[in-house]
C-alpha cells in the first residue's frame, strides 16, 4: 500500500510542479516490463523472467513438464525494457502537453499464450500444467497508450522477438544470476 502512495504522491508532485513552475514535467507510466538484467530469481521474478528460467530448467531437465500458477487465463500487457527507455528519450526531446502518459504496447495476452510463446523460445517440448489452487491476479490490465501515440511514439520491438532477445541475454549471463534466500 505505501508503494501505491509513494507513486501516486511522485505523480501528483510532478503534476503541480508542471502546472505551478510552468517546469515541462511527464510523468511516464509503464505496462509490465521485461528484458536484460531482469531478476530471474524464481521466488521474487515476475511472471515472464520466471517462466523463462522454468522452461529453460525443465528443458535442461529432459523437457520435465512445467507447473505455472493460476488458469492461464488473465490477460496482460508487456513491453520490453529498452522501448521504456526509448519512450523516455522521447519525453525528454518533444514538449508533451499532458503531464501523465500510459506507455505500453496497447495489446495483451493471456499469461496461457505467454507460457506457450516462451515455450516455444525456450524449446521445451514438455507439457504445461496449471495450479489452479494459486491465484490468477486482475483478469485484465491492458494500458491505453493513444496519448503517447498521438504524440508520436510507437512500440517498435515485437513480443516474440523481445522474449527471444531477452532468453539470448538469459543464456548467455545465467552462470551470474544469483537466487534469493528467504
Same mark, same amino acid.
Given at each position: 500500500?505505501?508503494?501505491?502512495?509513494?507513486?501516486?504522491?511522485?505523480?501528483?508532485?510532478?503534476?503541480?510542479?508542471?502546472?505551478?513552475?510552468?517546469?515541462?514535467?511527464?510523468?511516464?507510466? !509503464?505496462?509490465? *516490463? #521485461?528484458?536484460?538484467?531482469?531478476?530471474? &530469481? %524464481?521466488?521474487?521474478?515476475?511472471?515472464?523472467?520466471?517462466?523463462?528460467?522454468?522452461?529453460?530448467?525443465?528443458?535442461?531437465?529432459?523437457?520435465?513438464?512445467?507447473?505455472?500458477?493460476?488458469?492461464?487465463?488473465?490477460?496482460?500487457?508487456?513491453?520490453?525494457?529498452?522501448?521504456?527507455?526509448?519512450?523516455?528519450?522521447?519525453?525528454?526531446?518533444?514538449?508533451? !502537453?499532458?503531464? *501523465? #502518459?500510459?506507455?505500453?504496447?496497447?495489446? &495483451? %495476452?493471456?499469461?496461457?499464450?505467454?507460457?506457450?510463446?516462451?515455450?516455444?523460445?525456450?524449446?521445451?517440448?514438455?507439457?504445461?500444467?496449471?495450479?489452479?489452487?494459486?491465484?490468477?491476479?486482475?483478469?485484465?490490465?491492458?494500458?491505453?497508450?493513444?496519448?503517447?501515440?498521438?504524440?508520436?511514439?510507437?512500440?517498435?520491438?515485437?513480443?516474440?522477438?523481445?522474449?527471444?532477445?531477452?532468453?539470448?541475454?538469459?543464456?548467455?549471463?545465467?552462470?551470474?544470476?544469483?537466487?534469493?534466500?528467504?
Amino acid at each position: 500500500m505505501n508503494g501505491i502512495i509513494a507513486k501516486i504522491a511522485g505523480l501528483k508532485a510532478c503534476e503541480s510542479i508542471r502546472k505551478q513552475f510552468g517546469k515541462d514535467y511527464v510523468s511516464l507510466m !509503464p505496462t509490465n *516490463l #521485461y528484458g536484460p538484467n531482469d531478476n530471474f &530469481d %524464481l521466488h521474487t521474478s515476475h511472471v515472464l523472467p520466471a517462466m523463462i528460467r522454468k522452461f529453460h530448467e525443465a528443458k535442461l531437465k529432459g523437457h520435465e513438464p512445467v507447473r505455472l500458477w493460476g488458469s492461464g487465463s488473465p490477460m496482460r500487457e508487456f513491453l520490453h525494457v529498452d522501448e521504456l527507455a526509448q519512450a523516455v528519450c522521447f519525453a525528454v526531446e518533444n514538449q508533451l !502537453p499532458e503531464h *501523465l #502518459y500510459n506507455v505500453g504496447i496497447g495489446q &495483451d %495476452l493471456s499469461i496461457k499464450s505467454l507460457a506457450e510463446l516462451i515455450q516455444s523460445i525456450v524449446g521445451h517440448s514438455g507439457t504445461i500444467t496449471w495450479d489452479s489452487s494459486k491465484p490468477d491476479g486482475t483478469p485484465r490490465k491492458l494500458l491505453d497508450v493513444s496519448k503517447m501515440a498521438s504524440q508520436g511514439w510507437h512500440s517498435a520491438i515485437d513480443l516474440e522477438e523481445g522474449i527471444s532477445q531477452t532468453y539470448q541475454w538469459f543464456l548467455v549471463n545465467s552462470n551470474q544470476i544469483k537466487e534469493v534466500k528467504l
